[in-house]
């Protein structure tokens, strides 16, 4: 077994919190207005988190010759990464500050998809760390398919809100957090290309 690189060491660090995250936002429970702050402020320290791992990433970064591969790649995969779970902070946040408690179907599918992709972008940091490159190109197909899966979702979550929801403060609540889901899997697609960047200048 190879030694892993300092650098692969960070980005698999940036890759389990993220999917740990995002199986946090998916196993929480919440059934009262006290729960959406617990659940917003847990998705705060998982995005902080995630922050000071690109930090240090970043300064060690900046005082290293000799990188796995191009240190601009090494920086665009950790924030494209960043850049999900940022989302999935705001998504929390948005629970919080609309009060929104009753989840439904629409939103359950959401975050089942993204915490697919997640486990697909943890797999894919972790065969980068092996040179796997060829391998990688299957998950990114994955990540892919998920995102689509996701316009989907958030094409019909839309289309039912306003066929039954009444109250116009709540459409605009609601088809916030969805278009708000929707940019995490648009996230997650941005990371999909920036491991195919990195399959094509490395395979």
């Not at 796995?68 to 999935?88: C, F, K, Q």
């Not at 088809?175 to 195919?196: G, H, P, Q, R």
């Amino acid at each position: 077994m190879a030694k892993k690189n300092k650098f692969t060491i960070y980005l698999t660090g940036i890759a389990s919190n993220l999917k740990e995250s995002a199986d946090y936002f998916s196993d929480y429970k919440v059934k009262s207005e006290k729960d959406l702050a617990i659940f917003s402020n847990k998705m705060k320290e998982y995005e902080h988190k995630g922050d000071e791992i690109i930090h240090e990433m970043i300064k060690d970064l900046n005082s290293t010759f000799i990188t796995p591969i191009e240190r601009e790649d090494i920086l665009h995969l950790a924030n494209s990464m960043d850049d999900v779970l940022d989302g999935l902070e705001e998504c929390a946040a948005l629970f919080e500050m609309y009060n929104i408690t009753d989840i439904n179907q629409y939103m359950l599918n959401f975050v089942n998809e993204i915490k697919l992709c997640t486990y697909e972008i943890s797999d894919s940091v972790e065969l980068l760390t092996t040179k796997k490159f060829k391998n990688i190109r299957e998950k990114v197909i994955k990540i892919n398919g998920i995102e689509s899966k996701c316009d989907v979702i958030e094409r019909e979550s839309i289309k039912n809100l306003f066929i039954t929801e009444k109250d116009p403060i709540r459409i605009i609540q609601y088809k916030e957090i969805y278009e708000s889901f929707e940019e995490v899997a648009d996230a997650c697609e941005m990371v999909a290309n920036t491991l195919e960047t990195i399959i094509m200048k490395n395979a």
